[in-house]
């Protein structure tokens, strides 16, 4: 290869280096900046709208809604959560064609490091795989909101049923559940 063909190789070369930068980080970046950057807006206008709320001498309705919202009571005891957990868990079942087997409601735990009060309660259900996914998406809607903290899955490979267990738990602000479960 002579000097001109060397240069003209290295040239090409840096290239398409430049072209797969583009391609495989410059571009990817981009994309994922102007995502944020639509997120950031929808963020900004949910805030304004709160700021307006509140400037209409609406903090205390909008504090009652956002209340209503989550279905916060500082008077309901955690046994009273935990049945609502559980009816809906129940509802979420139905909605999704899983079967519920059992829940059962855990002690509460109101020494939680994070300064709420955790209502877990253990829930098997059956099911499809199918009905399984759907339960899980339905249990992103229910009220109240739930997290799943732990899931465990069997499946019986003659039936193709899942037997799923899961520890759901629901936190409430400290001091807001009132007696013992």
Same mark, same amino acid.
């Given at each position: 290869m002579n000097e001109r063909e060397r240069? $003209? *190789?290295?040239? %090409? =070369?840096?290239? *398409? $280096?430049v072209v797969l930068y583009l391609l495989f980080v410059a571009s990817p970046l981009l994309s994922r900046s102007s995502g944020l950057s639509a997120r950031l807006d929808q963020v900004e206008g949910? /805030?304004?709208? *709160?700021?307006? @709320?509140?400037?209409? =001498? =609406?903090?205390?309705?909008?504090?009652?809604? #956002?209340?209503?919202?989550?279905?916060?009571?500082?008077?309901?005891?955690?046994? @009273? +959560?935990?049945?609502r957990m559980i009816r809906a868990i129940g509802a979420a079942c139905n909605q999704s064609g899983a079967i519920l087997v059992n829940a059962v409601p855990m002690?509460?735990?109101?020494?939680? %490091?994070s300064?709420?009060? !955790? +209502?877990?309660?253990?829930?098997?259900?059956?099911?499809? /795989?199918?009905?399984?996914?759907? #339960? /899980?998406?339905? #249990?992103g809607g229910? +009220?109240?909101?739930? %997290?799943?903290? !732990?899931?465990?899955?069997?499946?019986d490979d003659k039936t193709e049923v899942f037997t799923v267990q899961m520890l759901l738990v629901a936190l409430t602000p400290r001091g807001s559940a009132q007696g013992a479960a």
């Open positions: 240069r $003209l *190789a290295c040239i %090409a =070369g840096f290239i *398409a $280096l949910r /805030l304004q709208a *709160a700021r307006q @709320a509140a400037d209409a =001498g =609406g903090a205390e309705q909008e504090l009652s809604r #956002l209340r209503a919202e989550v279905d916060y009571d500082p008077t309901r005891p955690p046994a @009273a +959560h935990q049945n002690d509460v735990d109101e020494n939680d %490091a300064g709420f009060t !955790r +209502h877990p309660v253990q829930v098997q259900v059956k099911g499809d /795989l199918q009905a399984v996914v759907d #339960l /899980l998406a339905a #249990l229910v +009220h109240p909101v739930m %997290a799943v903290e !732990r899931v465990t899955m069997d499946c």
